[in-house]
């Protein structure tokens, strides 16, 4: 983040690990008819869950204080957990007592959260639409990736070129069927955006 003017620029602050998820929140906003400027929402990349601590006590320090939401990997809710409550935002020990504080987890990640929705079949349709399947299918034939299942290949994939995973997380939503939204990323959205829903703290 550069600097705190970016927090005092909105309402909400919803912070989220890398620019994929970004993207892939402001995709799925814009899906779902909502326009986040409007509703007052700033999303944060944090470039990785280990500037939670930072972001939240730069947040903690602002007057008056903003709404913050989160996205996060599901296995960082040991780290996640610490963060939220020592920022003085709750006490939480499930993922879903962290959801009631306004922090959604994506098991096991963003991107395996989008595979599994939208089905390994259409994953690789997507990647022929945008010519990465060649490419895939030469990973595929990788001794390390051969013992892998297609899901956690197409991960995998996602992950080795730079700037992948930030080109493909909107198409990716743009490509989902209404009803394969993701449960926790169709929630952080409905959440930021709804003014009266005020996460318990």
Known sequence: MDGDAEHEASGTVLLVE?????????????????????????????GGVTNLHRHLGALAELRPRQRVLGLFDAAEIAYVRRAVDDAGLGSATTLDELAGFGFFACDPDLEGELIRALGVERMQQLLGEHGELARFRGFQHQPAQRVRATDAQ????LGTHAGRK????????????????????????????????????
């Open 154 to 157: 197409l991960r995998r994939f």
């Open 18 to 46: 890398g620019d994929s998820d970004r993207l892939a929140v402001e995709a799925l906003a814009a899906r779902l008819g909502h326009d986040l400027a409007a509703a007052g929402v700033r999303v944060v990349s944090m």
């Open 166 to 201: 930030a080109q493909f997380a909107p198409l990716m939503i743009d490509a989902l069927e209404e009803s394969s939204i993701p449960t926790a990323m169709r929630a952080l959205v409905e959440t930021a955006v709804d003014r009266e829903s005020a996460p318990r703290r």
